[in-house]
């Protein structure tokens, strides 16, 4: 990765070293400070969106920043997504993301791993923090106003991560006017959801708010056996101390049961047989049981008009319990597999704490805004899962036989503790060189210890890396509708784990180039970007079927392009969308995984679009009807194999009746064909189908 430092220093060279731009039209400088955060005064980066187009985002840049003004790709889904969708699954906002692919779900408990531009990932993040250290149960959409995908690497903005992109979720925030909104919802195979949003204003100056969203849910599946419980909790309080000083406070709290469903087993011959609806489990294991309590607090302090200082903290507890049969690959037989019985025990406890100092100021005809920043984080992870032998347990994939009896035998597998323990420093410099021209540099040290004590193997590993990544990029305004942008960015994040012979991975390095133009229409009604972009990255950990673990395959390379657009088309008619196309291979390999193999579950070519036409007049004023089309292509179902997941699209359609100023009814209609598809996979023998036709019914009302 040594050419990635000349890459970084010749672009940020380039960046200070022509003020040429500098020397055109100085009048026009002055204005451009007095307008640059003031453009979009109707929304902040982290309120509300008007319909589906964002003007403003802070996952970026940390800063309240006009999305135009951003020398790189970032998506942003709003709640409205959700809302006419009728979803309380977080991947199906991400489809209108770009370039964001399934991958392993953990048996359906967690958004456990999912791809950015090719590389996948099992970080996201909540309001700037890590949210998915250990095993947290998926994002809740009750809280959610907005999930933004910032596409490239981000670390020297977030720290170590993967460079194909960072998932940031913007949590709904206390509001100054008070207000009650209740939602229901029943669909097919008894799915009931009920959400409840209270916003209390605690005293007359609206000083002190409040706001709670509380979600339950009980549901079944179409497949068979298997349902999930949940209750969400998360209440919050801002409190504006004096007109200079803000205290914010958000806490969640989640108890969450379901099933541990790896899904189907898919055979080379004879798939016409097999059924979406089978459950290759056991009914009467239990469900897992993923609790899950966090608290954050945020307090900002202005110290002038350009001033500001930050202080924030985070803590999340989370504990994995339960017993689960899990198919293993097909038999010779060519109709049964075995199981392996198993009982997991997680906990896992994560403290991060964030000092923030940004600022504006002047460097004669050029403004800057600049943000220092530290973290401290330590995050600790108990793991165990106990495999119980006995019998062998098979089953017929056609034919399943359920209550057999459970292996009662010698106990092995895998008890570890994980310690990790990170310092980093992050500086960050918004400049504006000219009316048209900006550029935006960072860097981020970062020290990172990692204790790995393996008690099942008797053996204990500790690393310690420390390690500077960079980012620089510039954007230049052709006309006041096209902007041109290019950037490069570099990686980094350390392998948990051991691999099959007790040692430490040796830390993943990545290292981005991207280049394209973001453009507005139709009066800024509708916003789009188109990006190019070439992804390097060093030490991936894939799953070798052979062993059953994890190995570090060496280098790949991802390539490609990917549009995102959104906004209205007039009046009536709002629509969001994406299109993607990816190039991701392994470029160095070994027997297990070839050099050439294509990266697991990432489709070349994928897109999807929601269109919803509002009626503006008469009867049916505030109602609306709707479409979202979905496609995915051909992708890589097993690491370093030739088994493939086979391309798939799907169409939904949308209705909502407005009965009144506070009443909303809602009817969607999911996967109209029944398109009989598989949604993700992590090898052969754990296969997830896609959801049959079905069906949902809402109600909103206003309080």
């Not at 469903?261 to 049981?289: A, C, H, W, Y």
């Not at 040290?445 to 620089?472: C, G, K, L, M, P």
């Not at 188109?530 to 079927?545: G, T």
């Not at 109209?672 to 109600?699: H, M, Q, T």
């Amino acid at each position: 990765m040594s050419r990635k430092i000349a890459c970084m220093a010749g672009l940020t060279i380039g960046l200070f070293g022509d003020a040429s731009f500098a020397e055109e039209n100085k009048d026009q400088l002055q204005l451009e400070a007095m307008t640059i955060t003031s453009e979009f005064d109707y929304e902040s980066a982290t309120g509300p969106v008007d319909g589906y187009q964002a003007t403003r985002s802070a996952s970026a840049t940390k800063t309240d920043t006009a999305i135009r003004d951003i020398p790189q790709a970032i998506s942003v889904i709003p709640s409205s997504v959700l809302e006419d969708l009728n979803t309380s699954d977080v991947e199906r906002a991400l489809d209108f993301a770009g370039g964001v692919s399934k991958q392993n779900n953990f048996g359906g408990l967690t958004l456990y791993e999912y791809s950015i531009r090719g590389f996948a990932t099992s970080e996201f993040y909540k309001d700037g923090f890590s949210a998915n250290r250990g095993y947290p149960t998926t994002p809740d959409t009750a809280n959610i106003e907005r999930i933004e995908v910032l596409k490239g690497p981000a670390a020297s903005l977030y720290g170590r991560g993967d460079p194909g992109g960072t998932v940031n979720i913007v949590t709904k925030k206390p509001q100054a006017e008070a207000f009650t909104k209740l939602q229901a919802s029943a669909g097919s195979w008894d799915q009931y959801r009920t959400t409840l949003d209270v916003n209390t204003p605690l005293d007359q100056q609206g000083d002190l708010l409040s706001r709670v969203n509380i979600a339950v849910e009980d549901n079944n599946s179409f497949r068979d056996h298997v349902g999930s419980e949940r209750l969400f909790i998360a209440p919050s309080f801002s409190w504006q101390i004096d007109p200079d000083t803000q205290l914010l406070v958000e806490t969640e709290f989640v108890r969450h049961s379901s099933t541990f469903d790896r899904g189907i087993v898919v055979p080379t011959m004879n798939k016409s047989g097999l059924s979406r609806r089978t459950f290759l489990g056991e009914p009467n294991d239990g469900d897992i049981d993923n609790d899950n309590n966090m608290i954050q607090a945020a307090l900002e302090h202005h110290l002038d008009e350009t001033w500001s200082l930050r202080l924030a903290s985070h803590y999340k507890q989370g504990e994995l319990s339960g017993f689960a049969s899990e198919s293993r690959p097909l038999n010779a037989d060519g109709h049964s597999v075995n199981r392996r019985y198993r009982e997991r025990d997680n906990d896992w406890h994560d403290s991060v704490t964030q000092l923030e100092l940004r600022g504006l100021f002047d460097s004669g005809d050029w403004q800057h805004e600049l943000l220092i920043g530290t973290e401290y984080e330590n995050y600790r992870k108990n793991e165990r899962v106990t495999t119980i032998a006995g019998s062998p347990y098979a089953i017929d994939i056609y034919n399943p036989i359920y209550g057999q009896p459970k292996p009662d035998g010698a106990r092995s597998g895998s008890d570890f503790y994980l310690l990790v323990k990170s310092q980093a420093l992050n500086l960050q410099d918004q400049i504006v060189f000219s009316e048209k021209l900006r550029g935006l540099i960072g860097a981020r040290f970062e020290h990172v210890e990692q204790q790995i004590d393996d008690y099942a193997a008797n053996a204990s590993s500790e690393q310690r890396h420390d390690e500077i990544t960079y980012r620089s990029g510039l954007l230049y305004q052709l006309t006041p509708e096209i902007g041109v942008f290019a950037n490069a960015s570099t990686s980094f994040k350390p392998n948990n784990g051991l691999d099959a012979r007790g040692k430490a991975f040796d830390p993943e390095e990545g290292i981005g180039y991207e280049l394209g133009f973001k453009t507005e229409l139709f009066d800024d009604r509708l916003s789009a970007t188109i990006a190019a972009f070439h992804i390097e990255k060093e030490n991936v950990l894939a799953l070798d079927p052979s062993t059953d673990s994890s190995r570090a395959i060496g280098k790949a390379r991802s390539q490609g392009m990917d549009i995102q657009f959104a906004g209205q088309l007039s009046d009536a008619m709002r629509v969001i969308g994406a299109f993607a196309y990816i190039d991701a291979e392994v470029t160095k390999g070994d027997a297990n995984i070839p050099t050439g193999s294509s990266l697991l579950g990432v489709a070349k070519r994928s897109g999807s679009v929601l269109a919803v036409y509002e009626f503006q007049d008469g009867l049916l004023r505030g109602s609306d009807i709707g479409a979202a089309y979905s496609y995915v292509g051909d992708r890589s179902g097993e690491a370093g194999t030739d088994f493939e997941l086979d391309a798939y699209q799907t169409l939904d359609l949308l209705a909502h009746y407005k009965a009144s100023e506070n009443l909303t009814v809602g009817l969607n209609l999911n996967n109209i064909f029944d398109e009989n598809y598989y949604e993700r996979s992590y090898s052969s023998y754990w296969v997830a189908p896609g959801a049959p036709r079905n069906f949902s019914l809402s109600l909103s009302l206003n309080l």
